[in-house]
């Protein structure tokens, strides 16, 4: 079954706050996450990733945290934008393979 | 930049009819691997390649086969297309090793199976 899920199929922010997306793991194998954003009609796009050695990476407006010890990772967008309006999915690798595993996705709308 | 191009966004095919998909990618990645995306369903890997003229199977590979006749480009053929067929297809792909398993997508093919 789906070893990655989210805790929230939908999200609805207001222009400015600060955005969390959440999505919960089961494989203690995992080393690698990954953050995509898929706007409509689009590809998945690579926003951000962390290793399994790291707790938090940030980048430009978003960061990323891990959690190991509830199998936690969280994606947070700093001064959300209409431009964020999309549905973000986390993906999982488990040291050794080339595949990743896909969460179901979290659907962020931003209203002005 | 990574890039990987689909042959087509939108397509719209009989019931049994052969439908050939393709995906390039120009940075010279070993894997490459097709996934269809249904709503609800999420990302489901249909079938990877790991190098030329190797193919792997993926989760839902019935109804389904590929070709990967040189590096850049991966193909996948739906031998008779059904209704069931019917999704978003999504290429992507990835180097090889350690601390490069990132996917790069294509912008996907939305195909109509009537």
């Known amino acids: 079954g789906e070893s990655v899920g989210l805790h929230l199929p939908t999200l609805s922010v207001q222009e400015g706050d600060n955005s969390i997306i959440n999505c919960a793991y089961s494989n203690s194998a995992s080393d690698y996450f990954i953050w995509y954003k898929q706007e409509s009609g689009k590809g998945p796009q690579f926003i951000i990733d962390?290793?399994?050695?790291?707790d938090k990476r940030q980048g430009q407006r978003v960061t990323v945290l891990l959690n190991k010890t509830v199998k936690h990772l969280s994606l947070q967008i700093a001064a959300t934008q209409p431009g964020d309006s999309a549905v973000y999915f986390c993906?999982?690798?488990?040291?050794?393979?080339?595949?990743?595993?896909f969460g179901k996705g979290t659907k962020l709308t931003v209203n002005p | 930049d990574v890039k990987v191009t689909q042959s087509s966004r939108y397509l719209v095919k009989r019931t049994g009819e052969k439908v050939f998909l393709e995906c390039v990618q120009d940075?010279?990645?070993?894997?490459m691997f097709w996934y269809r995306q249904d709503p609800g369903l999420g990302l489901r890997l249909i079938y990877f390649s790991y190098d030329v003229k190797m193919k792997e199977k993926g989760d839902i590979p019935e109804g389904y086969s590929v070709s990967r006749e040189k590096k850049e480009r991966f193909s996948l053929i739906l031998e008779s297309a059904s209704t069931n067929q019917t999704s978003m297809y999504l290429c992507?792909?990835?180097?090889f090793g350690a601390g490069q398993e990132t996917q790069y997508f294509g912008p996907g093919t939305r195909l109509l199976v009537l």
């Open positions: 940075m010279d990645h070993e894997n």
């Open positions: 962390i290793r399994s050695n790291m």
């Open positions: 992507a792909s990835s180097t």
């Open positions: 993906a999982e690798n488990i040291y050794g393979s080339e595949k990743l595993v």
